[in-house]
């Protein structure tokens, strides 16, 4: 496959690039027990300054990632101080970063809130740490996450994105979740472009063809994240891994072994058996991995050109590996 192949989205204007970059690892947080995250600053903003030179043109992040560290970081590298036309960018409302004001610290907490005026709140604050004029893409982040949080998406949050876009202010509108069940909802409702799924659609799991399908039917792109499942699709599976950001369990590593087997079998790496498999859904016009160093950066380039054979697909799906609906465009 292409790395930097360009797919447009929708009528947005936007052209999205099979591989991107996800900054959520380069925000500082470590998750699950150590096993994820934890970038410095400075290396933070290397990875993205090699991000740039290496061809990546397109960059996710979120006021949830290390509490606003994620775009503050992007504020400090390359992407502040080029053209804006030669990248886009998204981020995510449904979080405001504000003090820890009942401790009296300094310490910075993520506040849900998915309403009309933290929606434009979010975004302008966004907009100050990232040091840019404009961001492409917004997202409705994890409503899921409380009891009102849908409520709220679908009274104020997605309404108030549809007016910005409709006003010219951002390209494209879209929610991003680690789940697919809420998001049928959501562009079953409204007009969305694009829908950053999480961790639903992976080499390890296939639970939301269903709802894939129903995208390609609303015309919704996929942009897909977390194609490694936060890690066990990525490292030794004879050590501590993480899925879903948590410790891995025993069940989903063994899977992940016998995937692996098939891997080194037909001599593919199973990184970039995890990167393709899911690009070649017509629903899905990108993947954007994490990335902790610039070898990660490079290898995941590496790992979207590795030359992977139609067989190889067909052994995980005669093995009930991959599920059988999953579709293989063999000329991708």
Not at 92 to 98: M, Q
Not at 216 to 236: C, E, F, H, M, Q
Request: charged content about 25%; some cysteine; aromatic content about 8%.
């Amino acid at each position: 496959m292409i790395p930097f192949k360009q797919n447009k989205l929708g009528e947005t204007g936007l052209m999205i690039p099979n591989l991107g970059l996800g900054t959520a690892p380069l925000s500082g947080d470590s998750l699950a027990q150590g096993l994820y995250g934890g970038s410095a600053e400075k290396e933070a903003v290397n990875i993205l300054n090699e991000s740039y030179k290496q061809g990546f043109r397109y960059i996710d992040t979120a006021p949830l990632y290390g509490t606003g560290k994620a775009e503050e970081r992007i504020g400090k590298s390359i992407f502040s101080k080029i053209d804006k036309s030669k990248f886009i960018i998204s981020s995510k409302v449904g979080r405001l970063i504000r003090k820890n004001l009942k401790e009296k610290s300094e310490e910075l907490l993520c506040i849900d809130d998915w309403s009309e005026n933290a929606i434009y709140t979010s975004i302008e604050e966004s907009l100050k740490r990232l040091s840019l004029n404009s961001i492409d893409i917004i997202y409705v982040h994890d409503p899921d996450t409380r009891d009102f949080g849908e409520k709220q998406a679908v009274e104020y949050a997605f309404p108030t994105l549809i007016k910005l876009r409709d006003e010219g202010i951002i390209k494209a509108i879209g929610c991003g979740m680690n789940q697919w069940e809420m998001p049928q909802k959501f562009i079953r409702k409204f007009d969305l472009d694009v829908i950053l799924l999480a961790g639903r659609y992976t080499l390890l799991e296939q639970s939301s063809l269903d709802f894939l399908s129903d995208c390609i039917k609303y015309n919704t792109k996929i942009v897909i994240g977390g194609p490694y499942n936060s890690g066990i699709l990525a490292r030794d599976l004879n050590g501590p891994v993480s899925y879903d950001y948590e410790p891995a369990p025993e069940s989903l590593i063994q899977k992940a072994k016998k995937i692996k087997n098939i891997c080194e079998n037909n001599y593919v790496p199973m990184k970039a058996a995890a990167l393709q498999f899911v690009l070649h859904h017509p629903a899905i016009i990108s993947v954007i991995p994490g990335v902790q160093s610039i070898s990660e950066l490079l290898e995941n380039i590496n790992m979207l050109k590795f030359d992977i054979p139609n067989n190889f697909w067909e052994e995980l799906k005669n093995e009930k590996l991959i599920s059988f609906n999953s579709p293989i465009n063999v000329t991708n």
